[in-house]
């Protein structure tokens, strides 16, 4: 396992394993949708996906006979708000490895333990309130539930699994795949979703190689032939000190040569709490009540031993091209890296088909 040090961040220079033909984060300053479905928004269009088209919108979901809290996948997929069974032909959850899924690992939580269904998380007067029904779902590197975010899940002999999205070098740990296979509606021309990414990674491994990363993998005959690729990536928020991939000739998505982060605690959109005198400003999502909240100061942090302290990105939405009556595969991943000592968690809601093509990713409020 990696020694972490607190005070010395690694410079790695991270290389892409394959093209970045996915969906560019936008960083601030850029469009903020500060509705749902409301007439306009802030991007000044009618349909609050972050796109610059005046016409359609969602294609709606009949979501009342839906269980959409509770601890199974089915649940799940409600709480997401894919309400209809012609759409979802497949889902299953898993952990690439040996994870025992029928008793405790000896390190404090089984597979079960990492994902629910729930109408919120933390404190009933935080930031993360649903955006849609009423509920949601969540996926985490520990246990889903309560505040305790610094459990292995995997037996500490058992070994870490590359990485194949990242040259970093670093195994991952904990790491978790809810799997879907949809078919697309006929008249959808994207999909989008809504989702929080939480981690006690920040702010002590910013500009670091130890960054737990939440990756959304399309896998679509209509995007790269169906090659796998990650949809979700945003500006880094160091690049000079810290990136995982270069935009490449024909990518799209991206702007050639500039470089990019996956949604972790190097995202450009990640709520600072104290790092650096948080320049850009300090975290303005309420999370409290998720045990993730921010410390106030590093020496708290330090202090705190590192474990009952971290921040998240605040809700971010993205959107994906897809073509009308298509079926393809989505995969929401999320992991530990280097080891499972820091858990990450991830809030997902709201996932829809549009009827007006899109891609890109934005805060939202």
């Not at 972490?4 to 991270?14: H, P």
């Not at 795949?177 to 979703?193: G, I, N, Q, Y």
């Not at 270069?246 to 190097?266: H, L, M, S, W």
Request: a negative charge; proline letters at 4%; charged letters at 20%.
């Amino acid at each position: 396992m990696t020694s972490r040090i607190l005070t010395v961040f690694s410079l790695v220079i991270v290389v892409p394993m394959m093209g970045c033909d996915m969906v560019q984060m936008l960083a601030v300053p850029g469009p903020v949708d500060t509705d749902f479905d409301a007439a306009t928004d802030a991007d000044s269009d009618t349909d609050s996906d972050g796109d610059s088209d005046a016409d359609g919108g969602p294609i709606e979901m009949d979501c009342s006979n839906c269980p959409a809290v509770g601890p199974s996948t089915d649940n799940m997929v409600c709480a997401i708000d894919l309400c209809d069974t012609d759409v979802v032909k497949d889902n299953s959850y898993d952990s690439p490895g040996e994870f025992d899924t029928d008793t405790d690992t000896g390190w404090g939580c089984v597979l079960e333990d990492t994902y629910e269904a729930v109408a919120r998380f933390g404190d009933n007067s935080n930031h993360l309130e649903p955006k849609l029904n009423g509920s949601y779902a969540l996926m985490a590197s520990g246990p889903a539930i309560g505040t305790d975010h610094s459990t292995w899940c995997w037996n500490g002999m058992l070994p870490g699994l590359p990485d194949p999205w990242s040259s970093d070098g670093l195994d991952t740990f904990d790491v978790m795949e809810w799997r879907l296979t949809l078919k697309a509606p006929a008249d959808a021309k994207s999909f989008r979703f809504k989702y929080v990414f939480l981690s006690e990674e920040y702010d002590d491994y910013i500009s670091s190689n130890f960054n737990d990363k939440f990756y959304v993998i399309l896998d679509a005959a209509s995007t790269d032939g169906g090659q796998s690729k990650v949809i979700n990536f945003t500006e880094c928020r160091e690049p000079d000190l810290y990136w995982d991939f270069i935009c490449q000739t024909g990518d799209t998505g991206c702007d050639e040569g500039e470089k990019y982060c996956y949604i972790a605690v190097n995202s450009a959109l990640s709520e600072c709490c104290w790092y650096n005198g948080c320049p850009d400003g300090f975290a303005s999502t309420d999370i409290a009540g998720t045990g993730f909240e921010c410390a106030a100061s590093e020496m708290e942090e330090i202090d705190s031993g590192g474990y009952i302290y971290g921040s998240s990105t605040g809700w971010l939405q993205t959107t994906w091209p897809i073509d009308g009556d298509e079926v393809f595969a989505l995969t929401f991943h999320i992991h530990d890296t280097s080891d499972g000592s820091f858990d990450s968690e991830v809030i997902i809601d709201a996932f829809q088909f549009l009827q007006t093509a899109g891609s890109g990713t934005v805060i939202i409020e």
